[in-house]
């Protein structure tokens, strides 16, 4: 393996295949991973604990808790094994339930990949993977030694892998996060905190035939309850119920009812507020009760003067490839969070541009896949350990 010094590296030279990586996203798009079904979610772990093995990773597989799937860590060989290194930190769930292929299969038309998960985020995890073969291809030794995690449960708050995660990155140098790029082919350098709640209104039964008058609607105070929450979304932070179960027959008055609901907020004061209105919401009718239990949370990633030196540094790489790489605080929670949150410089958003994420519509610009993996091998292959800001 050559020993180069980073500043002589040309990262244009690699030769990405778009067509080989469209191939090798496809195989891992075609294997549904739905965040609630653990099996699928192993199954695609395992899909890229292959992939891993063939570049020469040990690979270390961790098992999951609560029925969420574990987590794939992968190691290379490397001088310094055991420094503090690159941790390249991705997961492979998706919003997108098993049968989704049937009706939005893969499909390539024109500049754009589309499928479940594609954009968000399996083809920015593919990209990181084929960034270190090719540095495998000609021989480079990166700097730091490089760890890759893929994670199962992103996409429900990380409840399983969190204190992995964590642990991880205490033991990192740099964290890089393979998320979908912004709109405007930026990244990430702080996220905005995201807080999640159950919700669970009873009420009390009657025959909606017979006796409606008697019974109190579980239904009908959640239907208040989600219009209250969403109304309490301003500026600095947003409020959203996306699940809501509850009911059983249309003939009877329904006594129970549950809604999930998640909360984004841009400082922690703000979230603080937010966590106050959630656990202080009361019902309209007082017959019917009201629960609400706060779940996992996502810190706020504030950026820091060495993640801003990481962006400097990334962008200069960028720069030289011919493209720009403006920077944004960013909603939409990653695993990021974690990762910042404790202070390890991260940059977020090193995957391929596109749009739709978690909707059929979801996918990717092909071309930008040789883009953003020709970056992430140029931040692989330069990033050193006394990196200033």
Request: net charge negative.
């Amino acid at each position: 393996m050559k020993n180069s010094t980073p500043a002589d590296f040309d990262a244009s030279a690699l030769p990405f295949d778009i067509n080989d990586m469209t191939r090798g996203i496809r195989r891992w798009v075609e294997q549904e991973s739905p965040s609630y079904d653990q099996a699928a979610v192993e199954r695609m772990l395992a899909l890229a604990a292959r992939d891993l093995a063939v570049l020469g990773a040990d690979i270390q597989h961790v098992a999951g808790s609560g029925g969420f799937a574990g987590c794939v860590k992968a190691t290379f060989p490397h001088p310094r094994k055991g420094e503090p290194g690159i941790l390249i930190a991705g997961h492979m769930d998706t919003v997108h339930p098993v049968g989704t292929l049937a009706h939005f299969g893969w499909r390539e038309e024109g500049e754009f990949c589309f499928g479940p998960g594609v954009l968000d985020m399996k083809a920015g995890n593919y990209l990181s993977v084929e960034a270190i073969r090719q540095l495998q291809k000609i021989g480079r030794t990166t700097p730091l030694p490089v760890t890759v995690l893929f994670t199962g449960d992103e996409e429900v708050g990380t409840p399983a892998n969190r204190a992995i995660i964590e642990a991880e990155a205490r033991r990192s140098r740099y964290v890089l996060v393979p998320e979908p790029a912004r709109r405007n082919g930026g990244v990430v350098t702080g996220r905005y905190a995201i807080a999640r709640f159950n919700l669970t209104t009873r009420g009390s039964p009657s025959h909606a035939g017979l006796r409606l008058d008697e019974g109190r609607s579980a239904v009908r105070e959640m239907a208040h309850q989600i219009l209250a929450i969403e109304a309490l979304t301003d500026d600095e932070a947003g409020f959203n119920v996306g699940v809501v179960h509850g009911g059983q027959w249309a003939n009877c008055v329904p006594t129970h009812c549950e809604a999930k609901v998640l909360v984004s907020a841009t400082t922690d004061e703000v979230l603080a507020r937010a966590i106050e209105r959630m656990m202080a919401l009361k019902p309209v009718n007082p017959a019917v009760e009201v629960h609400v239990g706060q779940d996992v949370v996502r810190p706020v990633w504030t950026t820091d003067g060495e993640t801003w030196g990481l962006y400097n540094h990334a962008s200069a790489l960028a720069r030289d490839l011919g493209f720009e790489i403006p920077h944004q605080n960013s909603g939409g929670g990653s695993d990021g969070n974690f990762t910042g949150a404790l202070g390890v410089p991260t940059l977020d958003g090193l995957g391929p541009r596109g749009d739709g994420p978690h909707t059929l519509t979801e996918h990717i610009v092909t071309e930008s896949l040789a883009e953003r993996g020709r970056l992430m091998a140029a931040l692989l292959a330069t990033l050193t350990p006394e990196m200033k800001a």
